[in-house]
Nanobody, 123 residues
């Protein structure tokens, strides 16, 4: 399975950005998928995830501002980010887990990763 994230970008604080991630190879909608991010000098952190049934789960920092969705027909997942803040600046990664119903928030529980895409929010 290969995951390819769309290009991120530079936005002003308060702006919006939509990331997408396309899966190829043995893409399978039976697994949970998620977005993580990693800022310079920090550990990779969970942002949002969605399971095989469409249930989603958000980190506190993303709740109310970000929306994760998936299109199984296109083998794609999306992250709509609104109300962006400078602290959202990071490299964003899409990932597919080992599980279907559970949405893990630990990077160790994810088997396949996209290449990462830079999101920069200016103040």
């Amino acid at each position: 399975v290969q995951l390819q994230a769309s290009e991120g970008g530079l936005v002003q604080a308060g702006g919006s950005l939509r990331l997408s991630c396309a899966a190829s190879g043995r893409a399978d909608s039976s697994y949970s998928v998620a977005w993580f991010r990693q800022a310079p000098g920090k550990e990779r952190e969970f942002v949002a995830g969605i399971n095989s049934n469409g249930a989603n789960y958000y980190a506190g920092s993303a709740k109310g501002r970000f929306t994760i969705s998936r299109d199984n027909a296109k083998s794609a997942i999306y992250l709509q980010m609104n109300g962006l803040k400078p602290e959202d600046t990071a490299i964003y990664y899409c990932a597919r887990s080992y599980s279907g119903a559970i949405i893990p928030d630990s990077p160790a529980r994810y088997r396949f990763w996209g290449q990462g895409t830079q999101v920069t929010v200016s103040s």
